[in-house]
């Protein structure tokens, strides 16, 4: 079975810095990695979706990179602000099947 | 469209009951997820559906649970006889053909409390 393991579980930095959250999965053969944002008592928000073939997205100050071979997958937030606090999910999505497995997330505080 | 909706927001029941919650997908999308999330950790897959067939269930998805979708467009997530170790969030996602090009789209949630 797939397991995806997020680190650091939390993670406090000052408004401004530049950061990035960890995401490895154990089975290399996946089809997509999805990261995700969720604030206290919400859903779930795309953020970025990595196809197998890609090795990294960007969207606005946010980079996702991914290394299928060592099952790894990092988030780069530039420029860290307020706003960003939230938690941060990573989701795999194997060939085989139809669902996603996800990380336990990594809780982001952005002190002002 | 404004994305997946979710109904109720909240529902708070006693043991033993039976709920019922909705899912309403983004209009144009075929395939219907549910996952339950429960504090401090990643949402968990119950049930898959394309279109109105349910093609998929977890173990998670005790006989106390029921999933529908029909006519492919709405979903509901029924669970009898409540007990207090179903308390968690549960989330219903969307997406277009296998959702391997475009992800998810996730709803709010609905957040399940049983006393």
């Known amino acids: 079975k797939q397991e995806v393991t997020q680190i650091p579980a939390a993670l406090s930095v000052p408004e401004g810095e530049n950061l990035v959250l960890n995401c490895s999965f154990t089975?290399?053969?996946?089809?997509?990695l999805q990261w995700f944002r969720q604030d206290p008592g919400k859903g779930l928000t795309s953020l970025l979706l990595i196809q197998s073939s890609q090795r990294e997205q960007t969207s606005g100050r946010l980079n996702a990179s991914l290394d299928k071979s060592s099952g790894r997958s990092t988030l780069y937030i530039a420029a860290s602000q307020p706003g960003d606090s939230a938690t941060y999910l990573c989701?795999?999505?194997?060939?085989?099947?139809?669902?996603?497995?996800f990380g336990t997330g990594t809780s982001l505080t952005v002190i002002p | 469209d404004t994305g997946v909706s979710q109904d109720p927001r909240h529902k708070i029941t006693k043991r033993g009951q039976n709920v019922t919650f909705r899912c309403d997908p983004i209009s144009e999308h075929n395939r219907l997820y549910w996952y339950r999330q429960t504090l401090g950790q990643g949402p968990e897959f119950l049930t898959y559906?394309?279109?109105?067939?349910?093609?998929?269930k977890s173990r998670l998805l005790s006989d106390r649970f029921s999933a529908e979708r029909p006519k492919g467009s709405f979903s509901t997530l029924e669970i009898q006889r409540t007990e207090q170790g179903d308390s968690a969030m549960y989330l219903c996602?969307?997406?277009?053909?296998?959702?391997?090009?475009?992800?998810?789209?996730f709803g709010s949630g609905t957040r399940l409390t049983v006393v």
């Open positions: 989701a795999v999505r194997e060939f085989a099947g139809n669902q996603f497995y």
């Open positions: 996602a969307s997406s277009s053909g296998g959702g391997r090009e475009y992800g998810y789209t």
């Open positions: 559906f394309q279109n109105e067939a349910q093609l998929e």
């Open positions: 089975d290399s053969a996946i089809y997509n």
